[in-house]
């Protein structure tokens, strides 16, 4: 089991950065995948960024050259580090975690959130 705790969303004008953090139960070196997921409204919840246990990274083009996903092993934590905000970025974001075991993976989610970019 992992516990997942996002902190860092808020109010922010277009242009403008903001940074979210995840703080997670056990050692990231115990969970093979991090990343971020986001929702809008009225919409399916999409990938965003992933690292994996051995840092190998992976963005959704909507994030590429704006957004850098880093994980500190020392803290258990994974940021995602979000500049450029336009107001399509504007959602609920989920820290999520991937363990797998054997063939099956497990999925973990934080509960989310809210980041909201003004026009």
């Known amino acids: 089991q992992v516990q997942l705790v996002e902190s860092g969303g808020g109010l922010v004008q277009a242009g403008g950065s903001l940074r979210l953090s995840c703080a997670a139960s056990r050692s990231l070196f115990s969970i093979d995948v991090m990343g971020w997921y986001r929702q809008a409204p009225g919409q399916q919840r999409e990938l965003v960024a992933t690292i994996t246990r051995g840092s190998i990274i992976n963005y959704a083009d909507s994030a590429k050259g704006r957004f850098t996903i880093s994980r500190d092993n020392t803290e258990n934590t994974v940021s995602l580090q979000m500049s450029t905000l336009k107001p399509e970025d504007t959602a609920v974001y989920y820290c999520?975690?991937?363990?797998?075991?054997?063939?099956?993976?497990?999925?973990?989610w934080g509960q989310g959130t809210q980041v909201t970019i003004s026009s």
């Open positions: 999520t975690a991937r363990l797998f075991r054997g063939p099956i993976a497990y999925d973990y």
